[in-house]
């Protein structure tokens, strides 16, 4: 069975420079080959999964756009020809093609190559990624100097670079203020930073929300130094982007300390310490997340059957907060998935693979952490779906059904189906953590732990908000005990059992920190003291989103909930794949039965990595069941000409300027002129604050005269039915 390899950072990193421009070409699709380059440009880039989705999503889409435009089966293009959220992408045809594929392949090169030029002109290694692009586009036989957009001619290179200058200029407007480097335009954090050299928590503000971390020195996930030693929240606005195929009917916008943000599929508010009807499950919560900090040692002689015959195969996922204690094992670890009786492909068991669970648990929180070098949680499943793409049983025939496709239009479909899928779960993760704006495990711990106990008033440092005790995991320092220091100072603090930290890491390539008794003020999740914890709120996990999400994409788009062969896998070897200490301390194979036993497997990776506990978890989990399917079937309306669904009810309109200031004049892109409509300007709370029977024009004009700083809806009503809208904020 053809497997994944691991390889140290080293080999990784030539690999990702070197390997895929000259290996793949005679081997795979233009296609493949181009987003093998994208990848591999994210995983030198800062390490930003929303802004990399975004790439993914939007090249996917370019490539899609110069594939459709000259295919003889007229698939819909997505931007090219048409107006999508308000932007219009003329398109006035062109000739013919007598050689369809070679005409293809350049309009998708030159689309690409274009694309990755601009996305990643201002990227810390620039020159690697825009040297490798161009060496691809001399391997193919294409000329980097032509420039022209001019597709009357009959040029398909040309067609190619229209195609990258339309997405180009659509993701100016967007929302996600490319042309400000994506920085934040409002967001600021309730709480000042934790500086995780120094013990406990003294300067929280706001247990529930979110708090920046003072590093020494801060390395991202893909291994670029960054100036800054407090990172900021990264994307909190990201709601605010213009999704793929996420429905208005699915958006709320609300307002928090005179901001606005976008929520798609709003969970809700997470468990909050304060709240008397979720507390518990705020302190059980990340309980969980220092108790499963105990399974990171490979030495406590606790073996694990880690196969697809005893991992995998969980039938429901709970609903409510009062189910969490059953499906997630407090002490032990893991879930309840039952794993699976036989592989469906053989109709063989699964063969068990017994590890130390302390080895499984390292490998899982590395390999889904996707860094350093990383092409971040959205790109990591594109590299699945390569691998699968490659198996040697697999067939790539749409939903499993119908003629096996060539290798390049099943490449761009899956690419473009993928890719919405993916920024569309950007889109709604980062507003549902913006918004909510919920606190991490380290500060969240090393708080609870300030408070002291909350098991038993009648015993010292007794605190409601603090840690339960737990024998053998959550204790009191006691006279005598190895932690209470040279004058007892630390006696009555709290004490846990968990992963020891990066003190007592020399160097990684020989060093384990192991598990034992620490303080809890001194918690440290299982990550580089150089990163610690990604730079933005908690809730809901962008990996339990972005994974679940995925796997529902592969499921329907390979029409089998398994794997080629009944089974993936993922070699880690001996001592040579962990990258924050030594280990694993055996040859170890990461394997799932199916798409959705991966993501599942992911999920628990980031509790076992301190990353996220629970009340993260399974909600994001929910809205990856409800984007994936969405995504693929909007997608596949472009497939199969049914346009209807592409179109909905309420259209997009096209507003400026967004922001405005109070009393100016608002601009309106009619997308009718001469014609009867309704104007309306709605408040947040379903309000018209402003209405007007008028005959459209080409651009309408509003004085924004009496109206109160705020996010309006501007609608647009005519007398066949239709509805334009679109928000903007009054400030």
Known sequence: MLKFKFYTLKVLCIIALFFTSFSVSAQHSVARQWNEELLAAIRIDYARPTVHARNLFHISAAMYDAWAALSPNGEETYLLGRTVHGFECEFNGIAAPTDVKAAQEEAISYAAYRMLLHRFQFAPNASATLTRCAALMQDLGYDVNFTSKDYSTGSYAALGNYIASCMIEYGFQDGSNEAGQYANLYYAPVNPPLIPVNAGNPLIV????????????????????????????????????????????????????????????????????????????????????????????????????????????????????????????????????????????????????????????????????????????????????????????????????????????????????????????????????????????????????????????????????????????????????????EGNENVDKIKIYAWRGPDYIDSAAIDEAGVGWILAENWWPYQRPTFITPPFAGYVSGHSTYSRAAAEIMTLLTGDAFFPGGMGEFEAPKNEFLVFEEGPSRDLTLQWATYRDASDQCSLSRIWGGIHPPADDIPGRFIGIKIGPEAFHFAEAYFDHRTALLETSVKPLNVYPNPLSSGSMLTINSPVSGQPMTVDLINSNGQSVYTDNIIAESTIKIAMKNIAPGMYVVKLKGKGGDVYQSSVIVQ
């Open 206 to 485: 706001d247990p529930n929300h979110w708090q920046p971390l003072t590093l020494q020195t801060f390395i991202d996930q893909s291994g670029n130094v960054i100036p800054l030693n407090t990172p900021p929240f990264l994307s909190p606005e990201w709601g605010g982007v213009n999704p793929f195929s996420l429905k208005e009917s699915e958006q709320n916008i609300y307002e928090s300390n005179g901001d606005f943000y976008s929520v798609y599929h709003d969970p809700g508010h997470p468990p909050y310490i304060d709240d008397p009807a979720s507390k518990e499950y705020y302190v059980w919560s990340f309980l969980l997340v220092s108790v499963w900090s105990s399974h990171l040692d490979p030495a406590d002689s606790v073996m694990w059957d880690i196969s697809p015959a005893s991992i995998g195969n969980n039938t429901a996922l709970p609903t409510s907060y009062t189910e969490y204690d059953n499906f997630y094992k407090l002490e032990d670890g893991g879930d309840q998935s039952q794993g699976w009786d036989v592989n469906p492909v053989t109709g063989m068991p699964y063969e068990p693979q017994i590890v130390p669970r302390g080895d499984y648990t390292r490998v899982l929180a590395e390999f889904w952490a996707d860094g350093p070098a990383s092409e971040t949680p959205p790109g990591h499943w594109f590299t699945i779906l390569n691998y699968v793409n490659d198996h040697p049983l697999f067939e790539k025939r749409f939903k499993g059904e119908g003629e096996i496709l060539d290798d390049l239009e099943w490449d761009v479909k899956a690419y473009f189906i993928l890719g919405g899928a993916m920024h569309d779960v950007a889109v709604t993760s980062w507003g549902v953590k913006g918004y909510y704006d919920y606190i991490r495990p380290i500060s969240a711990i090393r708080y609870m732990a300030d408070q002291g106990q909350s098991s038993d008033p009648n015993k010292p440092h007794y605190s409601e908000n603090g840690l339960p005790l737990i024998d053998g995991l959550v204790e009191l320092v006691e006279s005598g005990d190895e932690l209470a220091g």
